[in-house]
């Protein structure tokens, strides 16, 4: 089945700006740095546009994707019902150029830090609010079959589940007998 997207995000047009001060200023704290600050404008330039050029990061009704990258280009798949925590961090250069930072964190995520961090998505708050909001769409479709009204349809379709979960546990019982 396939998902339908719901939001494409977009990103802001000064990210490209802000991610070439940021390099610029790790270049200065250093001696050796310095004198790679001049070819750091025009590759860096060329380099965050490109990475911008391949960020993308879309909602579904099931899913969060961000695909990101130049050379090795990664893609995010996170099912939103395992998604337990969705932040917005603005530093003070951020805030002065009018961007955020969303990062989005899983159950079961190995290691520490956000498992999808995302910079200058235009509009971030919103963006957070609709992943949010189709997440607690979500969580709220009943999956027993108690949860529905009583009606000839729900009826048949709390059978259905019954069936379900009976062969379910027969298969499981056959590959194990099996050795399957």
Same mark, same amino acid.
């Given at each position: 089945?396939?998902?339908?997207?719901?939001?494409?995000?977009?990103?802001?047009?000064?990210?490209?700006?802000?991610?070439?001060?940021?390099?610029?200023?790790?270049?200065?704290?250093?001696?050796?740095?310095?004198?790679?600050?001049?070819?750091?404008?025009?590759?860096?330039?060329?380099? %965050?546009?490109?990475?911008?050029?391949?960020?993308?990061?879309?909602?579904?009704?099931?899913?969060?994707?961000?695909?990101?990258?130049?050379?090795?280009?990664?893609?995010? %798949?996170?099912?939103?019902?395992?998604?337990?925590?969705?932040?917005?961090?603005?530093?003070?250069?951020?805030?002065?150029?009018?961007?955020?930072?969303?990062?989005? @964190?899983?159950?079961?995520?190995?290691?520490?830090?956000?498992?999808?961090?995302?910079?200058?998505?235009?509009?971030?708050?919103?963006?957070?609010?609709?992943?949010?909001?189709?997440?607690?769409?979500?969580?709220?479709?009943?999956?027993?079959? @108690?949860?529905?009204?009583?009606?000839?349809?729900?009826?048949?379709?709390?059978?259905?589940?019954?069936?379900?979960?009976?062969?379910?546990?027969?298969?499981?019982?056959?590959?194990?007998?099996?050795?399957?």
């Amino acid at each position: 089945m396939q998902d339908n997207t719901i939001h494409e995000a977009e990103f802001e047009a000064n990210l490209s700006l802000y991610w070439l001060l940021s390099g610029a200023a790790y270049f200065t704290l250093s001696i050796i740095g310095i004198p790679l600050l001049l070819l750091w404008f025009p590759f860096g330039l060329w380099g %965050t546009r490109r990475y911008i050029s391949n960020m993308s990061a879309g909602l579904t009704s099931k899913k969060l994707i961000v695909r990101r990258g130049i050379l090795t280009r990664t893609e995010n %798949t996170v099912p939103l019902d395992k998604i337990t925590d969705i932040a917005l961090i603005q530093g003070p250069i951020m805030r002065l150029m009018g961007l955020h930072k969303l990062t989005v @964190e899983t159950a079961g995520q190995s290691g520490a830090g956000a498992l999808i961090s995302l910079v200058g998505i235009v509009d971030a708050p919103g963006f957070r609010a609709q992943i949010l909001e189709q997440k607690e769409r979500l969580d709220n479709i009943p999956t027993q079959p @108690e949860a529905l009204p009583i009606t000839n349809d729900n009826a048949l379709l709390g059978q259905l589940v019954e069936i379900t979960a009976s062969l379910k546990r027969i298969e499981g019982l056959l590959a194990s007998k099996h050795g399957y």
